[in-house]
């Protein structure tokens, strides 16, 4: 009979973190980095396994200096975890990973054994806007594209935000915020939608695309860049200090 799973240390001197429904501000001005990972966990039973064991690992917990905001999506696909976090700047990151990472997720794998983390990306924002006023979203779309270098990343990001001001606005876009990985090899477009219905419909008017015309046709033929995914998600959880906490 195996043992219940033990939680992570707790803190006391450390922001209590707090489970909320809201989403993430991709363009806060205190973040200094964001990392974006993905974990593939098979199903949707065990995607909600490894959402209750997250919660189970923060909320209601000390947290990690310098963690603004933690998000987590599970992936409309049934399989993956998309996970977004809002960091004051790398040194508070690497001095989670010393101090209490480890013990989270051994709490996270002892509950949903066998996850496979793809991939962990430190971003930068480059580019990003949302409708104002901004509806609440009702599902994250993310477009991961691999780029040659920096220079080529940028080149990219300013052709679709080129191409969507020629575009009309695809109905139940709410905002898409673009980062450039430190590297310069790849974006990700953090996109809100209100609904992946919406999303859905907006691709098929557009062939592919949220829009359609030569600035389309640039953005989708351009040098230096590959096309790696798109993928939908809804939110499960976010997680912040609770500011009370914080004096």
Do not use: C, K
Request: charged letters at 20%; aromatic letters at 8%.
């Amino acid at each position: 009979m195996s043992s219940a799973p033990s939680h992570p240390p707790q803190r006391p001197d450390s922001p209590t973190m707090r489970r909320t429904d809201a989403w993430p501000d991709p363009a806060r001005p205190d973040a200094g980095m964001i990392l974006a990972s993905v974990w593939r966990v098979g199903t949707p039973q065990r995607q909600q396994a490894a959402v209750d064991a997250i919660v189970e690992a923060y909320a209601d917990r000390p947290g990690p200096a310098g963690l603004l905001s933690y998000s987590v999506f599970p992936g409309t696909d049934g399989d993956t975890l998309r996970h977004y976090t809002l960091w004051r700047d790398e040194a508070a990151y690497h001095a989670f990973v010393a101090d209490s990472r480890q013990q989270r997720v051994d709490h996270i794998d002892a509950a949903v054994p066998g996850i496979e983390r793809l991939e962990l990306i430190r971003y930068r924002l480059y580019q990003g806007r949302r409708a104002q006023p901004a509806p609440r979203p009702g599902a994250l779309v993310t477009v991961r594209v691999q780029t040659e270098d920096e220079t080529h990343a940028r080149a990219w990001v300013d052709a679709v935000l080129a191409a969507l001001d020629a575009s009309d606005p695809a109905a139940g876009g709410i905002g898409g915020f673009f980062h450039v990985s430190t590297d310069g090899t790849q974006v990700l477009n953090y996109a809100e939608w209100s609904s992946v219905e919406a999303h859905a419909a907006a691709l098929a008017a557009g062939g592919g695309s949220v829009g359609r015309g030569p600035l389309w046709d640039r953005v989708q033929r351009m040098a230096g860049v590959r096309l790696l995914g798109v993928d939908r998600f809804h939110l499960a959880a976010t997680f912040e200090p609770d500011r009370s906490d914080l004096g």
